[in-house]
């Protein structure tokens, strides 16, 4: 062989050996990135035990089915944290489980599950824990539940007392409560409403109940008056804006008189839970974002609790209520006609009394006074006397189709965002909305805007401030004749002065008052509690057909 020939196949040799070394490089650099990615993997997973275990320390470790897989299963102090338990791979390939994890703060019961024969009642075979929880679904709060499968009673013992434990710490959750059922409202249901979705809530969470079903007006108002409150954990009203009102107020008064400040409002002891069963559920929407009476027991249940604000309604010295809101003007004649016509259904009423009332629509005399709200005060009680001689009242005169005063946003299917969008539950002051004298179909446009996203005070004959204090004055009475406008083509309004005064009609909270002088309204921060959160947007699920 020449020597050619020999340096030819040297340099193959060589080449077919580099080849061989950089594929062997290649798969030996894969595999140590897969080991790499594996390490990392673990060492992350360790990372996540240890801050488990450093922040909040594990109180329980064990083995559980869930479904039909068994999981490794952590419990804390705030959180249950389930892994599947994956067999290794005989390739060596990883998978990432994925973890499942329950708040604690969303159980509000824990039971042991157990194997019992047909129509037997206690004993039976241990198969583990049920964790029942809520689960959230948009503003909606929905019944769910955990099940731990073990067959050892030992160890499921263990862990439903520690779960008990753990559940029943809070101490806003409520242990007994006071609960007003008001049969007559809207459809008359209520009674059903609780008896089918509210009762075994509060079965299932061991929330002990102490019932009456009201007789008529003013029953709620008299029992809160008399009864002692010193066992219980809260107030629940089964009914519509009206018993809402009313027990509201109720709390109110009852802290007066045991504070023995008559003059004076006094922040209510209690909270209130509302479960809505009316026609509207103005004060519900607003705290619960849906008209859902198992929303409204799972707030209850878990002790979610949000301060309101709340107005106070007096004339010449003297209180005559406790609210969230009152209209005065188209609202309260809207509401007048509606009562005068109560064999009608709900939805039949509200659009009668709406037509109606636009129909004949006049507006007021009146003479408008406000305090502007100021940071600086929200804190304090901006009812007090100190406070007004301080701060400069604005005074308008003039005619008003409208004037509405919310210390809430007033949500409901109707006006999703709220009668009062601008305002909040708990931010000191209250809504000052006043619509001046304009035409139907101007203050239809108006109307109609409650119902969509926005743009309902963008009008030039509609005012709104943000306001700690207002006073409401009517003049004499006054009588209107309706004039063709030659421009517009439409009707508009003209005042004939009358010489008898008389009472005129406020709406408060969906309740006729009538007050035979001059009304003023203060705003109280934070002066109940309700059960529920801020929301901002309530569900929109009904639509009024009558304009």
């Not at 002692?228 to 519509?240: E, P, Q, R, S, T």
């Not at 705290?287 to 409204?296: K, L, S, Y």
Request: hydrophobic share 35%; net charge neutral.
């Amino acid at each position: 062989m020449s020597e050619n020939e020999e340096d030819l196949q040297r340099e193959q040799s060589d080449s077919t050996k580099k080849k061989r070394e950089k594929q062997s490089a290649k798969k030996k650099k894969k595999k140590n990135g897969e080991e790499e990615e594996e390490e990392k993997y673990k060492e992350e997973e360790e990372e996540v035990k240890e801050e488990e275990k450093s922040s909040e320390g594990v109180l329980l470790r064990g083995i559980f089915k869930v479904g039909k897989k068994s999981h490794d299963v952590l419990l804390t102090q705030a959180r249950l944290t389930w892994i599947p338990i994956i067999p290794e791979n005989p390739k060596g390939e990883t998978s990432v489980p994925q973890p499942g994890v329950l708040l604690l703060q969303d159980v509000y019961a824990v039971k042991v599950k157990r194997r019992r024969a047909a129509g037997q009642q206690s004993g039976g075979a241990v198969l583990g824990v049920a964790l029942f929880c809520c689960k959230r679904r948009g503003r909606r709060l929905e019944g769910d539940t955990l099940h731990l499968h073990n067959a050892s009673t030992e160890h499921t013992h263990i862990w439903y007392n520690t779960l008990k434990e753990l559940i029943t710490g809070p101490s806003t959750r409520p242990r007994y409560l006071k609960v007003f059922i008001n049969p007559c409202s809207h459809k008359k249901d209520a009674v059903h409403i609780y008896r089918e979705h509210v009762a075994p809530l509060f079965k299932m969470a061991d929330v002990r109940t102490d019932i009456t079903v009201t007789e008529k007006k003013g029953h709620a108002l008299s029992v809160m008056k008399e009864c002692k409150l010193d066992g219980y954990d809260g107030v629940v009203c089964v009914g519509g804006d009206g018993s809402v009102a009313e027990l509201c107020h109720a709390l109110v008064f009852r802290a007066q008189l045991d504070a023995g400040s008559p003059e004076k409002p006094v922040t209510a002891v209690l909270p209130l839970g509302i479960i809505p069963a009316g026609s509207t559920d103005v004060v519900s929407c607003s705290v619960h974002g849906v008209r859902d009476p198992v929303t409204a027991a799972l707030h209850i249940v878990l002790g979610h609790l949000q301060q309101v604000d709340m107005c106070s309604f007096s004339s010449l010295g003297q209180l005559v209520h406790f609210g969230f809101s009152a209209m005065f003007g188209f609202g309260g004649q809207c509401l007048a006609r509606a009562e005068k016509k109560r064999w009608m259904s709900s939805t039949r009423r509200r659009e009668y009394a709406l037509v109606k009332t636009l129909a004949r629509l006049r507006p007021e005399d009146c003479q408008l006074s406000f305090l502007p709200a100021k940071k600086s005060n929200r804190d304090k009680d901006s009812g007090s006397v100190d406070a007004e001689v301080e701060e400069s009242w604005t005074t308008n005169q003039g005619l008003y189709l409208s004037i509405s005063i919310m210390s809430v946003p007033c949500l409901s299917p109707h006006t999703p965002r709220g009668l009062a969008p601008n305002t909040s539950l708990a931010n000191g002051s209250a809504a000052l909305i006043a619509v001046g004298n304009t035409s139907r179909s101007e203050f239809i446009k108006h109307l109609k805007r409650y119902g969509s996203s926005s743009g309902q005070f963008s009008f030039s004959f509609v005012e709104t401030h943000d306001v700690s204090a207002v006073r409401i004055r009517p003049r004499s009475l006054v009588g209107w004749t309706e004039e063709e406008s030659e421009e517009e083509g439409e009707s508009k309004t003209s005042p004939i002065i009358q010489s008898e005064a008389s009472a005129f009609t406020l709406n408060i909270d969906g309740e006729l008052v009538e007050i035979a002088n001059e009304v003023l309204i203060r705003v109280h921060p934070r002066l109940i509690t309700l059960y529920g959160e801020e929301v901002d947007e309530a569900e929109s699920t009904v639509s009024c057909s009558c304009i």
